[in-house]
């Protein structure tokens, strides 16, 4: 069971089952979802597989596999995971099923090739596996580049609205980010004794100047990716046009691999220029924590609303990297998961909403709790998730994240707790406008409008639900995943978490 | 004194079960949808009533024992990273054995009456689940042994709140109200969360006793920041100075609700948490003198608006929020009067209780009037209504041997003898407050019950279903007797939790506040009834300044839209402009440099995504290029 490739066989099975989807003639809709659906489940449950295989106290990376790719360069494909990779891996997997599930109907409503959709879906999910898994740099930067393209053809092919400008606009983000990235990876490259594999780039040394650029390279790539303010104007437009599933695993995983990156690159190998940067990060983080919030209370578009709650979520995932204790940093891993349910629920559910209205804006909603009872209890819970309430997965990870980064920068988590208020605002004034007060009569007119969660939908949403308040009571089995990993990563760049202060005082007399 | 728990043994290890009946009993109203509607309610009900049976046998369990300290249970760990540990973890101990027979016995009342006051409601069910839900956060709230615990209950209880104020979620005002009181509560939580993370910061815990056992190794300003956001979470929470105002508002919510929520449990949980962390306050000074000022500031606010009031669910809600500004200035003079502030807590929780189930037995024959204008002679029509009702009056006034003459008179009298002129001045406050109580409370009986009906047309009062009836006269039952057996029982009970006290009464005698209280009381109910006995007039009469504040809040309300609300929203859209037209402008201006008119990127097809790539992969040689430079230099 140990060798059993899991890793190669997990990133690569989604692909096939793209091809085979994919060669589907268009005229066999129908077969197309359920061989995607069924593909997706198989990974699935591959992934279970994977997740018992692994030991949380065992080794840091497990899983290692590593082939000859590009000899000249000593390119390798190497693939491990450790528990933060672990749980991503699991993230993906978790959704991708829910999320082919959820877009059963979508691709019709666009002109083009339904199997195409569903091999579009599942490529990116074999992109994002494998962005994850990727243990040599040059791997990660291709997945991080390719990851892209059919991100990129979801948004402008079966996207609403201004669709060719949102792809457009956020393939030309990701791709400067990119570029940047690049660069850093050729430096890394020449200094780093020409090779890309990360357990030796990790033992390399560096000038202090040059640290510093690699650094710059990579940070500003991932946060363009994240985004982290100001570089995030791409995401509200990229999230409103996707389509809603597309949308959940744009900003519920695509993204994480901005924060992912910080977390196994930025900090490992550049620990000194992390601890120099650690300051511009904190505040690019905090201030998007406050600026996605007001932004979000200031929308009129759901989706795009969404997409501005996440920014602030990316915020406490950015304040507990740069806090570098165990608290902050655990948190911050978990956070990424838990956004990926609680943002995840709340996209699908909107676009529920949105099938069913035919619009987007929050004023062609109002009261429609009195038509669709179930729908908008599910559109509360994931609100509530959003606002991170205790007893949903979402709490857990802010709280650990407030706790940690206040153990060593009061300030910074104080600001930060204000955040919780204003998740609040935005969260309750949108659930208020959509589903509650007086019916909107134009709402009655609609037949769509009448028919509450269908079986389909219930089966969609039933198990995020599950998940989030599953983990919101016992979080301990993702925890124990989790905290080897960031223990390990924080003693790459040597930091240690303080010790209470008090107690300090008391031993110190 | 240090203090510790012994480990649950034997019938007390299941004191989970507390939690978890009501809980999955909101579970399955929840979830069956309308499959549950024939039978939810009672179901709902019938749950309450096995918690009571099981607070009880646990507090006899308790009672038995020869060290009352308290119980420690941990279910399973839940926050498990490095430095901290967080388990699902209970405390059974006097207070919290108080605060769940109140909280079930009650709530188990309420429960019952709720089954017939819902019963022409079409969303009984949904009620009663998120009734449910609410008494299992509220258990878990003073049921947990550490602050995340009491955190988690904490937001729970708020959430049930906010589904039963905005219950009718169709009507406007209910939505605005549940929004407030969930938004203003978040600004209590924050000061709260910041409290815990300040302990695990100094301290490395969470749990009860090793907080309070540290206490005297922190700085006297870490105390005190401690004590302060403690009371920031407490005021929100119970309604108090400067965030008191979602409180009145929370009347949008079904009566039953504003009886056990927002007058009889929920709203006291701040007075739990004061005294609960009584450690904490004891250790600062400071953070004492903000509790009794808020305590004071917020009893006479209360009272002044209640006079003015014409809504005989919102002249009972300022009531409840100055009833709790007298427990919070009981709780912050410590000492013995920390044991006065609970009393006060369990039979306010009673007459309260009584008073809103008894206003709500009134709309329930009058057809949802809430306006006390449009009452009068009321007493004819609904005997049984009537008595309880004006058992809870005199309850609430004060009038001996009610049950609020044992729990309020001692709270004045303990605020008399506060060190230097802050004593003359807390105690002559809580006097003042006591004859205004009699006035305003006066006022509500005798326009509801008495003098010439002024109903509207198509009236016919009548009395309430026995399953209303039932729980109003068992709780009046309880606000004549519970002041009395509490104030002799209380104080004992609680000593294992808040240590032994003397209490000195150096300045007054008992005889004289209780004559000056007397004195206050007959005043203000006389002149009440002097004014009101004849009745009202319909409309709202132009007054005075003052009144003519009260009558709008005192202006706490227009303070916060001018203060937080309207610079809120220009600065939001001030936001989004910006960042349509600032942030987005300017990357896609340069994006436009590059490739030429921001037309063309508007309209850009795939075709132009390679020529981006391309001319942009063209410029990365360049910037490797440049780096190279830089760096091996």
């Given amino acids: 069971m140990k060798d059993f490739p899991f890793l190669s066989v997990l990133v690569a099975a989604p692909l096939v089952g793209a091809i085979v989807v994919a060669l589907l003639p268009k005229s066999k809709a129908a077969l197309a979802k359920q061989v995607a659906l069924v593909w997706s489940l198989a990974v699935l449950g591959l992934t279970i597989v994977m997740w018992t295989a692994f030991k949380a106290d065992g080794d840091r990376f497990q899983f290692r596999e590593s082939y000859v790719w590009i000899k000249a360069w000593d390119a390798r494909i190497t693939f491990e995971a450790d528990g933060i990779a672990l749980v991503m891996l699991a993230l993906i997997a978790f959704l991708v099923p829910l999320v082919i599930l959820a877009s059963w109907h979508d691709a019709e409503r666009s002109s083009r090739s339904v199997p195409t959709y569903f091999a579009l879906l599942l490529t990116l999910e074999t992109t994002m596996l494998g962005v994850f898994a990727a243990a040599d740099i040059f791997l990660f930067y291709v997945f991080f580049e390719v990851m892209l393209v059919p991100m990129y053809f979801l948004i402008g092919s079966y996207g609403a609205g201004q669709r060719q400008y949102a792809a457009v606009k956020f393939f030309l983000y990701s791709l400067v980010g990119g570029l940047f990235m690049l660069a850093a990876v050729v430096g890394l490259w020449v200094l780093g004794g020409h090779t890309f594999d990360w357990h030796e780039l990790q033992k390399a040394d560096f000038s202090t100047g040059a640290e510093r650029w690699l650094f710059l390279g990579f940070f500003l790539a991932f946060a363009i990716k994240a985004p982290f303010f100001p570089f995030h104007t791409w995401l509200p437009d990229a999230g409103s046009a996707a389509p809603a599933g597309a949308a959940a695993l744009l900003v519920g995983v695509l993204d994480k691999v901005g924060t992912f990156g910080i977390l196994r690159y930025c900090l490992p190998l550049f620990p000194n220029a992390s601890k120099y940067f650690a300051p511009l990060g904190l505040a690019l983080a905090l201030i998007g924590i406050v600026y996605g919030a007001l932004l979000a209370i200031g929308q009129n578009d759901l989706k795009r609303l969404v997409a501005y709650t996440s920014i602030a979520h990316f915020g406490f995932i950015g304040i507990g990297i740069f806090a570098f204790t165990t608290q902050a940093g655990s948190g911050s891993v978990l956070y990424m998961v838990n956004h990926g349910l609680a943002t995840g629920l709340l996209f699908l559910v909107v676009g529920m909403f949105v099938s069913r209205r035919g619009s987007a804006m929050v004023g062609d909603f109002g009261g429609a709790g009195k038509l669709v009872p179930v729908l908008a209890g599910v559109f509360f819970i994931a609100g509530m998730a959003s606002l991170a309430l205790p007893g949903t997965s979402p709490f857990v990870s802010e709280f650990l994240v407030l706790l940690g980064v206040f153990t060593v920068n009061k300030t910074v988590a104080v600001i930060a707790t204000l955040g919780i208020i204003l998740a609040a605002a935005y969260v309750l004034w949108m659930i208020q406008r959509t589903t509650q007060g007086e019916l909107n009569p134009a709402l009655t007119k609609l037949e769509s409008m009448r028919k509450d969660l269908s079986l389909r939908e219930t089966v969609v949403v039933a198990p995020l639900v599950v998940l989030i308040l599953v983990l919101g009571v016992y979080p301990k089995p993702v925890l124990d995943v989790i905290n080897p990993a960031v223990s390990a990563t924080l003693e790459d760049i040597g930091k240690k978490d303080p010790a209470p202060t008090a107690v300090e005082r008391e031993a110190a007399k | ?633």
């Fill in chain 2, 1 to 633: 004194m240090e203090i510790e728990f012994a480990a649950a043994e034997g019938w007390l290890h299941n004191v989970w079960l507390l939690i978890a009946v009501p809980l999955v009993s909101a579970a399955i109203l929840l979830l069956l949808g309308k499959r549950a509607d024939k039978w939810g309610h009672w179901l709902g009900a019938g749950s309450v009533g096995v918690t009571f049976v099981l607070a009880l046998t646990f507090f006899f369990q308790l009672r038995g024992m020869d060290e009352r300290e308290g119980v420690e249970l941990s279910l399973f760990e839940y926050l498990p990273v490095a430095g901290l540990k967080v388990d699902f973890g209970l405390l059974y101990d006097p207070l919290a054995a108080i605060f769940t027979l109140l909280i079930t016995g009650v709530g188990f009342l309420i429960h019952v009456y709720a089954v017939g006051y819902m019963s022409h409601d079409p969303g009984r069910r949904r009620f009663f689940g998120f009734f449910n839900l609410f008494v299992a956060a509220m258990l878990l709230l003073v049921l947990g042994n550490n602050f995340v615990m009491l955190y988690i209950g904490w937001e729970g209880v708020g959430l049930a709140s906010y589904l039963l104020i905005s219950f009718y979620f169709d009507r406007p005002a209910a939505a605005t109200a549940g929004k407030k009181a969930f938004l203003i509560n978040r600004v209590g939580d924050a000061g709260f969360a910041i409290a815990i993370f300040l302990m695990f910061a100094t301290l490395g815990t969470t749990q009860y006793d090793e907080v309070f056992n540290g206490v005297g190794q922190l700085t006297g300003a870490t105390v005190t920041a401690m004590g302060l956001l403690l009371l920031l979470g407490a005021c929100g929470k119970s309604g108090q100075f400067p965030l008191h105002t979602w409180l009145p508002d929370a009347m949008e919510g079904p009566t039953p609700v504003s009886a056990l929520i927002h007058a009889a449990t929920m709203v006291t949980a701040g007075v739990y948490l004061i005294a609960r962390s009584h450690p904490v306050f004891d250790a600062s000074e400071t953070a004492q003198a903000v509790v009794v000022t808020i305590g004071a500031i917020t009893l006479l606010i209360g009272c002044i608006i209640g006079c003015a009031k014409d809504d005989i669910k919102r002249v009972l809600a300022y009531s409840t929020v100055s009833q709790i500004g007298y427990m919070f200035l009981a709780v912050g003079l410590g000492g013995a009067a920390y044991a006065l502030g609970l009393i006060h807590l369990l039979a306010h929780g009673f007459f309260k209780a009584g008073l809103f189930l008894g206003a709500g037995s009134v709309m329930h024959g009058m057809q949802d009037q809430t306006d006390i204008r449009r009452f009068g002679g009321l007493a004819k029509h609904m005997r049984i209504t009537w008595i309880t009702f004006l058992l809870g009056y005199l309850a609430i006034i004060g009038l001996p041997p009610l049950s609020g003459f044992f729990s309020k008179d001692p709270i004045i009298h303990s605020a008399f003898e506060r060190h230097g002129w802050s004593g003359w001045v807390l105690g002559s406050v809580a006097l003042i407050g006591a004859g205004l109580t009699a006035f305003y409370m006066t006022r509500l009986y005798v326009l509801t019950f008495h003098g010439k009906p002024r109903w509207t047309e198509g009236q016919h009062p009548h009395e309430s279903p026995p399953v209303m009836t039932i729980p109003l006269i068992l709780l009046a039952v309880g606000s004549v007797a519970a002041g009395g057996l509490m104030a002799t029982s209380v104080p004992g009970w609680l000593e294992p939790v808040l240590g032994e006290h003397e209490e000195h009464h150096a300045r007054l005698s008992e005889w004289t506040v209780t004559a000056m209280t007397m004195a206050v009381v007959i005043l203000g109910a006389g002149l009440g009834f002097a004014l009101f006995r004849r009745g009202t007039a319909l409309q709202e009469q132009p007054a005075g300044p003052l009144v003519t504040a009260a009558r709008r809040n005192l202006y706490f309300d227009t303070l916060n839209e001018v203060v937080f609300e309207l610079p809120g929203k220009l600065l939001t859209r001030a936001l989004v402009f910006l960042d349509n037209r600032g942030i987005d402008g300017v990357v896609n201006g340069l994006a436009a440099t590059v490739g030429g008119g921001s037309g063309r990127l508007r309209r850009a097809q795939t075709g132009f995504v390679r020529s981006y790539a391309l001319s942009i992969l063209g410029g990365a040689v360049l910037v490797v290029a440049a780096m190279m430079a830089v760096t091996l230099s």
